[in-house]
């Protein structure tokens, strides 16, 4: 048997640090087996799904040192890689399980399902589907079709007994059946969800081992079952912690950053963050804890790898990147690094082209330009403050605007623009009075190059760090504020 592991992001944000965690994992023990490490894209969220997010992706991941044998821009025996290109591969599937009695067409609207799990939530059930349409008879279900009803395919799940889940790290997990709920399948505009599509893919992928995040393991129940009405031997499961931050909460771009865009531009080396998250996953050798990605698949075990919540310890990070600086580059590649990070340039005309028309003397570029390369600026509330905004009015605009960016598909000025317009009408002031707190909260300054165009450059990660610093230096948003400004 051939070892084949794979890493299967969803295109709908950011790169994550915790999926080059995964990535690195999945690709060290099929390394050290001799197998293949395969990257697909699970884009079946049309909604959310875009090319600029996979492309960032597989940037990333290809800037940190990890690379694929098979996937969407590679090619490989077992393609197309990216999940929206195989819908007819799912629908044969979904008529198979439907033949076969496995799985059932439910023609519940959404009006009939909130009310069932409100009920539910009344009576302090689990949500999951009643059912109903599991009675359906032929005659019904051809009428329903007939009159085009809209529906979804559901997975039929036994209603007693339990689910064994076995587990490479924590052995056999029970799951009662009647906690697991009649998933749906396929969605009603012919879309499968990722547990068919995951399956199916696997299988067809001829995955042996699945390492992903412990969120999963609840599903775990729903994707063996699929694999029993199949016939199909399901590949050897391994879940994985989540990574934590100090204080053991999940590391959430909420609280802190956690694109691997983010670290890119603030000036990490890709091989040091890669060796960070080694160290959360490999035994180094005694003694030393700089490590290549050759050293860290010889020594990758399961055994090191702990069921406890690894740390990302942004200050062991900032350590061990300051030792790949002066230790692992003479001044020529320090200057390369340098020119790489900062001075590229594309970006560096854009800047010099928002600096021209404001400077009078070279050296006033300095001041003018530092924000675009600095980490987190050195803000003050006062700072922050105006006369036209109290401060409830300002945090609620720096929040709605983190959303409002978060929220965007493209990162254009355009887009950025629209983002603060809304903001100002939630909180009924003027757009340039709503800019000037936004430009000290981004550029450290009332005054610099014109915002728009600062917030395009600066990429939305950096962005969303610095609208978080300035909230904290305001006081933070309590959960009631974040429940009314929500709706």
């Not at 090319?51 to 197309?80: F, K, N």
């Amino acid at each position: 048997m051939t070892v084949r592991t794979r890493i299967a992001p969803s295109p709908t944000g950011d790169p994550h640090v915790g999926t080059a965690y995964v990535a690195l994992i999945n690709y060290c023990f099929a390394k050290k087996n001799g197998g293949k490490f395969v990257l697909r894209i699970e884009d079946t969220d049309r909604a959310r799904s875009t090319r600029e997010s996979e492309a960032a992706i597989l940037d990333s991941l290809d800037w940190m040192g990890l690379s694929w044998d098979e996937g969407p821009d590679v090619g490989g025996p077992h393609g197309p890689y990216r999940q929206s290109e195989r819908s007819e591969i799912y629908r044969e599937h979904v008529k198979k399980l439907l033949d076969a009695g496995n799985a059932f067409k439910c023609f519940c609207t959404p009006q009939r399902l909130e009310e069932m799990r409100a009920a539910q939530r009344a009576s302090k059930l689990p949500s999951r589907y009643d059912g109903l349409c599991t009675s359906l008879s032929a005659e019904a279900i051809a009428k329903n079709e007939a009159q085009g009803v809209p529906y979804v395919v559901r997975l039929k799940v036994p209603a007693e007994g339990v689910c064994v889940v076995h587990d490479m790290k924590r052995g056999a997990i029970e799951i009662e059946w009647s906690s697991v709920d009649m998933q749906v399948l396929m969605k009603s505009d012919g879309m499968p969800t990722y547990h068919l599509a995951n399956v199916v893919d696997d299988h067809l992928m001829e995955i042996t081992h699945v390492f992903r995040g412990e969120e999963w393991l609840s599903s775990a129940p729903k994707h063996l079952l699929l694999y029993k009405y199949f016939g199909w031997e399901p590949p050897q499961l391994l879940h994985l912690p989540l990574l934590r931050n100090p204080d053991k909460s999940k590391l959430s771009k909420r609280k802190n950053p956690t694109s691997i865009l983010f670290y890119k531009a603030l000036g990490y080396l890709p091989d040091a963050l890669l060796n960070f998250l080694g160290l959360l996953c490999v035994m180094p050798p005694a003694g030393e804890e700089m490590m290549d990605l050759a050293l860290m698949t010889d020594r990758f075990t399961i055994e090191h790898v702990s069921l406890g919540g690894p740390v990302f310890d942004v200050a062991k990070l900032d350590w061990l990147n300051g030792r790949y600086i002066r230790e692992r580059n003479d001044l020529d590649g320090f200057l390369a690094k340098v020119q790489a990070w900062g001075l590229d340039p594309v970006r560096l005309r854009r800047i010099a082209a928002l600096a021209q028309p404001r400077i009078e003397r070279l050296s006033d570029l300095g001041p003018l330009l530092a924000f675009f390369f600095s980490g987190r600026l050195d803000v003050t509330a006062e700072e922050l403050r105006s006369s036209k905004l109290d401060d409830a009015a300002l945090r609620k605009a720096l929040q709605l605007a983190t959303w409002g960016f978060d929220a965007l598909s493209s990162w254009e000025t355009g887009e950025i623009e629209a983002v603060l317009k809304g903001v100002a009408a939630a909180v009924d002031v003027k757009l340039r009075d709503v800019t000037r707190p936004f430009y000290v909260a981004i550029t450290g300054s009332a005054t610099s190059v014109p915002l728009y165009d600062a917030i395009e450059i600066l990429g939305r990660d950096i962005v969303r760090e610095r609208l978080r610093h300035a909230l904290k230096v305001l006081g933070g948003v309590t959960s009631s504020e974040l429940k009314e400004w929500q709706k």
